[in-house]
């Protein structure tokens, strides 16, 4: 089992900066492939972000170039970096690793385990 817990979540304004992270305890988080989804009410969860490797992250669309994905595995913790934060970016963040590399890594049902979710507001 792994426990993920996100933070940094919060209210700001368009144009301004958040930084989430997510930390995870239980079974080692080296070798995991942890990512980013976030959800709006009655949507679907979608896919921001996911890192492989520290060359090897992927992006959907509407993040790149604003969103950077991190990871500190001495620390087991995982990291969003979202600038230039748009009133369309509000949702809930979620945090979510797997065991291994899946070729369908925007797809959430691949995915294991998952933290609680941080609130993220865009005002405009």
């Known amino acids: 089992q792994v426990q993920l817990v996100e933070s940094g979540g919060g209210l700001v304004q368009a144009g301004g900066s958040l930084r989430l992270s997510c930390a995870a305890s239980g079974r080692s988080f080296t070798r995991s492939v942890p990512a980013w989804f976030r959800q709006t009410p009655g949507k679907g969860r979608e896919f921001v972000a996911a890192i492989r490797s520290v060359s090897n992250k992927y992006y959907s669309d509407f993040a790149k170039g604003r969103f950077t994905i991190s990871r500190d595995n001495a620390n087991n913790t995982v990291y969003l970096q979202m600038n230039g934060l748009k009133p369309e970016d509000t949702a809930v963040y979620y945090c979510?690793?797997?065991?291994?590399?899946?070729?369908?890594?925007?797809?959430?049902?691949?995915?294991?385990?998952w933290g609680q979710g941080t609130q993220v507001t865009v005002s405009s």
């Open positions: 979510t690793t797997r065991g291994n590399w899946h070729v369908w890594y925007y797809d959430p049902t691949v995915y294991d385990f």
